[in-house]
């Protein structure tokens, strides 16, 4: 059988990692600025994380959901404090796009409405209501365009208020950061004016942090740089650092039933402890505040380049702005510099989305190879 052929394929064939360094099978060497797509967070087989995973498979693996997991009580726990979010309620799934898909499901039953309020530009997921709060209507097939969805331009307050102020809706979900989109961000005033309306008018605030969650800002989650409380968050990606694990933080006014939720998968014991792994990590390695300085530094290293228009993003969730399209330039940096990068809907805009325990070296190796390759072009 040959694969269902949807991923266009860089020509490289990762056979081993550690940290932030990926051999392929010639036994060449890449440097990992791309994270899998903001996967990995602590490192590839961070020895931990090895260390852990490693013990609780050779203990049990998975069990369903129909027996008692005292793992997943300790992960509430343990993503409560680290995160600040004891008020909320965990439940866990597998992916990012079931993260939302569950949160939007969640505020559906709370208030009764159908409509949700997403944002030009925003990508939630690929599954049903995930997909259809997604601003790309190539994946939205005609099924998933059932759903009402209204799309408002971020930052545009009177647009927000005037769908808001319409009615019927049931959610509104905002990443606070853009990921596929671009790294385009609300403001504050404007994040704390969502919030604000979401209250008058009884709609469901999430925050979906599924690429900027788990320290990748420089925070524990990004709408924690905005100074609101959202009633659900999405959750994934560096949550496990590669193990498939997502969740959503459901805010304790939300009542649950028996049934309401549930998924096969979900929180299975291997994807808790990779959860524990990766948070204790975190904790231990002051990922955060790196994640915060090394943002800070790759901001004074970016602006000393002429060709770079503009840097975006927060912490470690960056992105360079050219004015070319820089389809062609990650492939240089892929086979001539041997580096990992991201793209985005923005055609123009490089992303940046190490693990979160870089360093500044790190960061000087790839403007120094990102020059070397933008020299290249510029003499061609
Ligand atoms: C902000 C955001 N939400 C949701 C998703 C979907 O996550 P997944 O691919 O795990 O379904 C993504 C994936 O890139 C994302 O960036």
Not at 331 to 349: D, M, P
Request: proline residues 3%.
């Amino acid at each position: 059988m040959k694969l269902f052929d949807v991923y266009p394929l860089y020509k490289v064939t990762p056979v081993a990692a550690k940290g932030i360094e990926v051999t392929d099978e010639q036994g060449e060497t890449y440097l990992d600025f791309y994270g899998g797509h903001a996967v990995i967070s602590i490192g590839h087989s961070h020895p931990h994380y090895v260390n852990r995973m490693t013990e609780q498979l050779q203990k049990m693996a998975f069990y369903s959901n129909s027996i008692q997991n005292p793992l997943q009580v300790e992960l509430g726990h343990r993503l409560g404090t680290a995160a600040t979010c004891e008020d909320y309620q965990l439940f866990m799934c597998s992916s990012g796009a079931e993260a939302n898909e569950n949160a939007l499901k969640m505020a559906s039953f709370h208030t009764g409405n159908t409509k949700v309020i997403a944002f030009n530009n925003s990508f939630h997921g690929r599954t049903s209501a995930a997909v259809a709060t997604t601003d790309n209507p190539k994946i939205v097939a005609p099924l998933n365009a059932q759903q009402a969805v209204d799309f408002v331009p971020l930052n545009d307050f009177g647009a927000f208020e005037s769908t808001i102020s319409q009615g019927g809706h049931c959610a509104v979900i905002l990443e606070a950061i853009q990921g596929v989109g671009g790294l385009d961000q609300p403001t504050t005033e404007f994040y704390q004016f969502v919030a604000q309306k979401c209250q008058e008018y009884k709609v469901v605030l999430i925050a979906d942090e599924v690429q900027s969650g788990f320290g990748r800002s420089g925070k524990f989650f990004a709408y924690q740089h905005h100074g609101i409380e959202p009633d659900i968050i999405s959750i994934a990606k560096g949550m496990g650092n590669g193990f498939p694990v997502g969740g959503v933080l459901i805010h304790n006014k939300f009542e649950p039933w028996y049934g309401q939720l549930g998924t096969t998968f979900g929180g299975n014991h291997l994807a808790c402890v990779a959860t524990l792994a990766v948070l204790e990590v975190i904790e231990k390695e002051n990922l955060i505040d790196n994640a915060n300085e090394l943002g800070c530094y790759f901001y004074g290293r970016a602006n000393e380049i002429k060709a770079i228009k503009k840097v975006k993003g927060k912490g470690l969730m960056l992105g360079l702005e050219f004015d070319f399209p820089v389809a062609e330039l990650r492939q240089r940096l892929i086979y001539n510099q041997r580096i990992f990068t991201g793209g985005s809907a923005n055609k123009n805009l490089l992303r940046f989305l190490p693990a979160l325990n870089i360093t500044t070296t790190h960061i000087d190796v790839f403007f120094e190879r990102l020059q070397l390759e933008l020299e290249t072009n510029t003499k061609e």
